[in-house]
């Protein structure tokens, strides 16, 4: 009997636990409600940065899109970072109600189209795919946008929040054969370049060659895409419901914590050149006070050379011996041979290029063809690539 009762008890801390870990709907959710780590949305997880957000929209928005199947409708939320009385940072994210049979694709946003400051695929294969990028947005309390953007307007005048016109937003585009999380962190300039924020209002002051121009801008994008880069983790990680942590935290607080290691190291490197008298006291004085400052530069590794051209060279480097080789025994003349080795090598490295890149295209469209569609809502601002 005791023995029963013991079996009963732990089948029911079982079930409690199972439904504890259970994602809250969304349905339970409620414009003012504030939230920590995550949101629900669609019953996937959403990470918010370290801090207290405030959900200031909740809404749905018609989708019409056959060639992904059966679909319902997508779930929009819109969340406001507050400080004081003015509106830091907005988060606007979609995700499906219902898993869908064929994949859902790619943002427009993550096919560069030299809009953005920052693109980066994590991966793409079959219908999975993971992308995130960096680009500046535009967009008031007056601005249009879909029905959870209109509440969070609506809850902005109501409390008498302010907000920027001018945003630098790090999205991101998870998404599997049934199900997406497409969310957009738009963050005030000035939580990167201070008061300096208020002179770039328009979204050519954003331009990549207007970024490239300007040390303080550049700097202001490499800390929101050093942010980006590793956040998309934590997106991943709602998208299979595995978010057990606090997040990160926003850009200015996250790039000075991802940036300690790398101070630490450099004023390592300068005590030690100042101990074996290769800098001066001034010297030593002088980067110290700017190790402090500076962040590890974040710069996306593109090659040069593709890799149809690598494997040619390094293939044909050993095949024009070979060639060489043979020549010669059917020739037994050395520049005969090696006017026919050569020969060899420039049109076999030409058609072998061309083969293998024909080959790869191919079999990536068969592999991907589904991560290669473009499926994107209504945001912020109004149109579907705001």
């Not at 924020?197 to 895409?225: C, E, H, K, M």
């Not at 299979?240 to 101070?263: K, W």
């Not at 494997?311 to 010669?328: E, H, Q």
């Not at 006017?339 to 072998?352: E, Q, R, V």
């Amino acid at each position: 009997m005791r023995h029963t009762q013991q079996l009963i008890v732990a089948a029911t801390l079982a079930l409690f636990m199972a439904f504890a870990t259970v994602p809250t709907p969304a349905a339970a959710l409620s414009a003012g409600d504030r939230l920590e780590r995550q949101l629900i949305l669609g019953n996937k997880q959403v990470p918010l940065p370290a801090g207290e957000w405030v959900l200031a929209g909740l809404g749905t928005q018609a989708f019409q899109m056959p060639a992904v199947g059966a679909f319902g409708t997508i779930e929009t939320a819109v969340l406001f970072r507050i400080s004081g009385n003015r509106i830091v940072a907005v988060l606007e994210v979609n995700a499906n109600q219902i898993p869908v049979n064929d994949g859902w694709g790619r943002t427009k946003a993550c096919a560069t189209d030299g809009r953005q400051l920052l693109v980066i695929t994590r991966y793409k294969t079959g219908w999975e795919t993971s992308c995130a990028f960096v680009q500046p947005s535009r967009f008031g309390a007056d601005s249009a946008g879909p029905p959870a953007w209109e509440q969070a307007r609506d809850y902005a005048a109501k409390h008498g929040l302010t907000m920027p016109l001018l945003w630098l937003t790090a999205g991101f585009r998870v998404s599997d054969r049934q199900d997406l999380i497409d969310a957009r962190y738009h963050f005030d300039p000035a939580l990167v370049l201070g008061t300096t924020a208020s002179r770039y209002q328009d979204l050519s002051d954003w331009t990549r060659d207007a970024v490239a121009g300007d040390p303080l801008r550049a700097n202001a994008t490499q800390i929101v895409s050093a942010w980006a880069s590793g956040f998309g983790a934590w997106v991943e990680a709602g998208m299979r419901n595995q978010i057990r942590n606090t997040p990160d935290p926003m850009p200015q607080v996250a790039a000075y914590l991802s940036s300690t290691p790398f101070i630490d190291t450099k004023l390592r490197d300068l005590d030690r050149l100042y101990r074996d008298g290769q800098i001066t006291w001034a010297s030593y004085l002088e980067q110290s006070h700017k190790a402090i400052s500076e962040v590890p530069v974040y710069k996306p590794q593109v090659s040069l050379v593709s890799n149809s051209v690598e494997k040619n060279m390094s293939f044909r480097f050993f095949g024009t011996f070979v060639d060489y080789a043979i020549a010669y025994v059917v020739t037994a003349v050395n520049s005969t041979s090696w006017g026919i080795a050569l020969t060899i090598n420039s049109t076999d490295s030409f058609w072998f290029v061309l083969n293998d890149q024909y080959w790869d295209d191919y079999y990536a469209k068969q592999n991907t063809h589904d991560s290669e569609r473009l499926v994107d809502f209504t945001y912020v601002g109004g149109g579907t690539n705001a």
